[in-house]
């Protein structure tokens, strides 16, 4: 088939958007806070509100792709992203936030379905690595550049004097005393634009392959009881889990323990999480070709391990470089775990992914018991649960027994 390389620049722009619009929660949640007036429990809620929307909507936004097409769901995506952003932005409340996040929610989950398959279409099987790890380039660098755009937009609004055009262009829209939720405002241009970009492309055919496509429910139920696919479920849990559990509560934490600003400090730390994590990426390809994908995450797990108590336990300028060390240490993690376990079993792969996709929910719960614990023991020793997480990748990394072994040159 014919090579489509502007469907593989729509497929980059959507991780862009995708993780710019889903990680920038760590750095909005302070301001969330003081508006709202919310506990820590309260505010481990929004992330969770988001997050859980990937439980119930992955396996059928997978059918729905296969039935309708990548385009429809596409458009079903980016048309609930400025749903969600317009029913919050019309009454900026605590309920209609976390209503508004659930519906953004699905929308990136039935996104995140569809990209994969036809990048590998547009941009042709031989090519596919390749352009994988670009888009995984890409999801870091969105995630690492939305903090300062957000910083840019609260500013500007806040002062008239730091105002560029977009910040005056939503200065009518938003209020100045919640000056954090233009953030949305700016994700309702880009999925408006996004929407009328896509309704006038006329895209490629996706036919799945037979790792890709998802069987019937009968197989669901049947992997679903598959101590296998429940070990490697509750890994991809615990990654995301653990993930999140740190990003979000990374600007709450310096503000509460070192008593730094959480719109400057507090963001940029968050924005060197994942930048450290895509650079981290980059150098995890090459180990995987001369290690052990074992091996490989045991050692970024511990390295983790020491650099989240150090981040927690830390001097000043101790934690302003071990919280982006932690993300650097997670690099590595999802695609081990992911990769381990479809090569623990020898059929139902595309189902078996989609049970796997499922467990991105852990990055709804593990912020919300942090929160929880928070209030009750301070939010230093509700960020240790995240010990759990680790304890159990390390213990995926011991006891993993794949059929098939990464292939290493040495």
Not at 152 to 163: F, H, Q, S, V, W
Not at 302 to 307: E, I, K, Q, Y
Not at 380 to 385: A, F, H, I, K, T
Request: aromatic share 14%.
């Amino acid at each position: 088939m014919k090579r489509s390389y502007l469907f593989v620049l729509l497929v980059l722009v959507t991780f862009f958007i995708i993780s710019f619009l889903t990680n920038i929660l760590g750095p909005i949640l302070p301001a969330a806070n003081k508006s709202f007036d919310l506990s820590l429990a309260l505010a481990g809620f929004l992330p969770l509100s988001f997050f859980i929307a990937y439980g119930p909507t992955s396996i059928p936004a997978g059918y729905l792709t296969e039935k309708y097409g990548p385009k429809w769901t596409m458009l079903a995506g980016f048309s609930l992203m400025a749903i969600g952003c317009i029913f919050f932005l019309l009454n900026p409340g605590f309920l209609t936030y976390v209503s508004s996040l659930f519906i953004m929610g699905i929308g990136m989950a039935s996104l995140q379905v569809v990209i994969n398959p036809l990048l590998r279409v547009s941009g042709g099987e031989e090519n596919f690595a390749f352009f994988s790890v670009l888009a995984q380039l890409v999801f870091g660098a969105a995630s690492y550049v939305s903090p300062g755009v957000y910083n840019r937009l609260t500013a500007g609004l806040e002062d008239p004097e730091k105002a560029d055009f977009l910040s005056r262009t939503l200065r009518g829209f938003i209020p100045t005393e919640m000056a954090w939720t233009s953030f949305y405002g700016l994700c309702l241009l880009l999925a408006l634009t996004m929407v009328g970009l896509m309704a006038f492309l006329k895209f490629p055919k996706v036919s799945f392959k037979k790792e890709e496509k998802l069987e019937g429910f009968s197989v669901i139920k049947k992997l679903l009881r598959n101590k296998v696919v429940q070990l490697y479920f509750f890994g991809i849990f615990c990654y995301v889990g653990f993930e999140q559990g740190v990003s979000v509560w990374i600007a709450s934490f310096l503000e509460t323990y070192h008593g730094l600003d959480p719109s400057v400090e507090g963001s940029d730390t968050t924005a060197l999480f994942w930048g450290m994590q895509a650079i981290g990426g980059i150098l995890g390809l090459l180990l995987m070709k001369l290690f052990d994908v074992q091996k490989i995450l045991a050692t970024f797990v511990m390295l983790a391990f020491m650099s989240l108590i150090l981040a927690l336990f830390g001097n000043f300028s101790t934690v302003l470089w071990a919280f982006p060390a932690v993300g650097f240490f997670t690099s590595v993690m999802y695609p081990s775990v992911f990769s381990l376990g479809l090569n623990s079993l020898t059929a139902h792969h595309g189902t078996f992914a989609g049970v796997l996709c499922t467990g991105i929910i852990g990055g709804a719960v593990f912020p919300f018991l942090i929160g929880g614990l928070g209030d009750l023991l301070g939010l230093r020793l509700g960020m240790l649960l995240n010990v759990i997480a680790l304890t159990y990748l390390l213990y995926i990394a011991i006891s993993a027994k794949p059929i098939v072994k990464n292939k290493t040159i040495l």
